[in-house]
Every structure is written in C-alpha cells, then in structure tokens.
C-alpha cells in the first residue's frame, strides 16, 4: 500500500480510537458508571467508568474542556431530557449526576486554574428556613455539567449570603429553590433584596411548590420544573451576553 494511503488509514484509526475515549465516558455518564468498583448498573460490572476513562482521556491528550463539551455536556443533556419526558426517574440521574463527578474531580483543577474558560457563573442555594437539598443538589450538578462554573451556597440561605456571593462574582446568574409553601415566600423577599443591591442579576426559580405564576409575581426572570431547564435557560443567557 503507498506509504500516503498507509498513514492516512492509521490517522483515520487513531481519530476514531481517540473519539472511543470520549464516547465511552458518554456511555458511563448516561448509564450512572461512575467508576471500576462501582456495582452500578450491574450490566456494566467491572469495566472502567467516568473516573478511569476521563483520567485516560487526559492522559491521551484530550483537553478538559473536549471533554466537558463533547462527552460530558451531551451525556448530561441527554439524561436531563430523558428525566424531562419521565422515561427515567430521580435514582438514575443521580447516578449519573455522580458519575459526572467522577469525571469532573480530574478536570476541576484545569477550570479552577483558569486554563479553561466556563460558560458563566451561577449561584445557587435553597432558601431561608427551608433544608431541602436534594432537587437544588441536582441542579447544580446538572449545570456543572453543562459547563458553569457553580457556587453552591447549600440550605437556608438568607438574602445576605447571595448578595456576598453575587458581590464577588458580580454578573453571575442566581438559582433559588424552595421546597414547602411556606419557605416558597422567602423566595419573594430574597429576589427583592438581590434586585435592590444587583439590579440587573438574573434569578431562576424552582422546587417543587414553585410555579410560572409565581415566578412572574414575585418578579423572577424565569422558572423551570427541573433541571434540564434551568441548564437550557443558563445557556440561552451565556449565548444572549
Ligand atoms: Co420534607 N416535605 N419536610 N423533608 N420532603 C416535602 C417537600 C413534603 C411535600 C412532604 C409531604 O408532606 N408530602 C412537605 C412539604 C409540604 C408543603 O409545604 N407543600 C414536607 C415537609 C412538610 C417537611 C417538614 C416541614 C416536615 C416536618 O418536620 N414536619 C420538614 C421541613 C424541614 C425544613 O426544610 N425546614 C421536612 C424535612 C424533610 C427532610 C429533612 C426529612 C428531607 C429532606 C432531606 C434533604 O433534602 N436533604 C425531606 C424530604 C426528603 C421530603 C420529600 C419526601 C422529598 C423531597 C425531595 O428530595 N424530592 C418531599 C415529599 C416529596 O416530594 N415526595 C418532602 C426529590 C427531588 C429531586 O425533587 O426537590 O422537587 P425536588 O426537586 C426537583 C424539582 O422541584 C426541581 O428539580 C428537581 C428535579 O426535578 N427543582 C428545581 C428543585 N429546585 C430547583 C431549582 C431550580 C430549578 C428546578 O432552579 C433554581
């Protein structure tokens, strides 16, 4: 065979053996394979997960974030739509919400030094008197997924503690959730105060009691059921700055 046609058919076969990398680590993602020893699904028992296969990846030469954008960001989109349409349920997605994280752990330190650029900030954090965290938790996964860099301020946060947030990363997006009736009107005087001191920050809304009506009346710039919104929401932000 001419020497050209012998080192083309080698590039072509390292392209899609390169390319195996990065479509495994969607697989893992989807599938909830965070890594090795993980039991989880019990169909994938054994092989190598999120964890090994993007610390491979690495190795191989792939940048972070490649990753994030081609394996991960679509893995996790996919599993946000497939939750949207109620063909998988809350257990799945935190596997692969975890599964992620296996993967994000080796590629945090490349974001964290600067070297990669995320798509924005977003602060997120369940309101004041309120200690619900597991739907808030899988949102921010699921935006640290599509390319955010996410501070997670956890529960019972009170006005204060976004605004210090926000007054260090001035532009960042907030994300409130509520999860009883009664900490659902905190919502209210947590947009007000953010409104007052960041008049231009963007809130997103959500949990479970939260609904469009009372997103629009309480004066927050968008509400979403479930995290693949609020992901789509952020993104359609970052593309409108
Ligand atoms: Co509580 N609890 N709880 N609880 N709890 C509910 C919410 C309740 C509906 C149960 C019931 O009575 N049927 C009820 C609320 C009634 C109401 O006000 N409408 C209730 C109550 C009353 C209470 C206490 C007051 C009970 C008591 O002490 N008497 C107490 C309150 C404590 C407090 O917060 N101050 C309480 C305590 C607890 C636990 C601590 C025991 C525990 C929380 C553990 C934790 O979160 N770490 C707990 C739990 C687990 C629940 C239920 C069973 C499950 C909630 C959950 O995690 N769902 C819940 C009943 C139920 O929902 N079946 C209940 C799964 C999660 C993935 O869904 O959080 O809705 P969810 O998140 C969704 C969406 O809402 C959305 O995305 C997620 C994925 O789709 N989403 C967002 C959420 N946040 C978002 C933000 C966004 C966008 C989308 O943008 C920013």
């Given at each position: 065979m001419p020497i050209i046609f012998r080192v083309f058919k080698k590039?072509?076969?390292?392209?899609?053996?390169?390319?195996?990398?990065?479509?495994?680590?969607?697989?893992?993602?989807?599938?909830?394979?965070?890594?090795?020893s993980s039991p989880y699904p019990p169909s994938m028992k054994g092989q190598d997960g999120a964890d090994e296969l993007?610390?491979?990846?690495?190795?191989k030469g792939f940048k972070p974030d490649e990753i994030l954008e081609k394996a991960l960001i679509p893995a996790m989109a996919n599993v946000g739509s497939k939750f949207s349409r109620k063909e998988i349920y809350v257990p799945q997605m935190l596997m692969s919400a975890k599964a992620m994280g296996g993967a994000m752990i080796h590629l945090k330190p490349f974001f964290q030094s600067g070297e990669t650029r995320r798509r924005g900030t977003f602060i997120i954090g369940t309101v004041t008197g309120d200690l619900h965290d597991i739907g808030k938790n899988l949102v921010a996964m699921m935006v640290e997924g599509g390319g955010w860099e996410v501070i997670d301020l956890g529960v019972d946060v009170s006005s204060e503690k976004f605004i210090?947030?926000?007054?260090?990363?001035?532009?960042?997006?907030?994300?409130?959730?509520?999860?009883?009736?009664?900490?659902?009107e905190n919502m209210k005087m947590?947009?007000?105060?953010?409104k007052s001191k960041h008049q231009k920050t963007r809130i997103l809304v959500g949990g479970?009691?939260?609904?469009?009506?009372?997103?629009?009346?309480?004066?927050?710039?968008?509400y979403?059921?479930?995290?693949?919104?609020?992901?789509?929401?952020?993104n359609r932000m970052s593309l409108s700055i």
């Open positions: 590039s072509c076969f390292n392209i899609i053996k390169m390319n195996d990398v990065l479509n495994q680590i969607s697989v893992c993602v989807e599938a909830g394979k965070i890594n090795k993007s610390m491979l990846a690495l190795q210090n947030a926000l007054n260090d990363k001035p532009g960042a997006i907030v994300g409130l959730s509520a999860l009883l009736t009664t900490t659902m947590i947009v007000n105060d953010i479970a009691p939260v609904t469009l009506d009372y997103c629009k009346k309480i004066g927050a710039d968008f979403s059921p479930d995290p693949q919104g609020a992901v789509n929401y952020l």
